[in-house]
């Protein structure tokens, strides 16, 4: 009986240690969720900002052509 008992008591131990590593992996994979989501946000914000740059750029190329036709 005392080795059956010593058994269930190891694999209780290997259950807790078990769901121990998983918790780690978990909360480490969320920080890693959590860095490229901030990353991911930034380089999207700078992204909208080259695009705006461009757009404004071709906007003033395109009215500068336009004054050029009309004598300046």
Do not use: C, F, P
Request: overall charge negative; hydrophobic content about 30%; cysteine-free.
């Amino acid at each position: 009986m005392k080795t059956t008992d010593e058994y269930r008591q190891r694999l209780i131990a290997e259950l807790i240690e078990q769901s121990a590593k998983i918790d780690v992996l978990v909360m480490k994979s969320k920080e890693a969720q959590l860095n490229y989501d901030q990353e991911l946000e930034e380089l999207r914000d700078k992204q909208r900002v080259t695009t705006q740059k461009l757009h404004d750029l071709e906007d003033y190329n395109s009215t500068a052509w336009e004054n050029i036709g009309d004598g300046g």
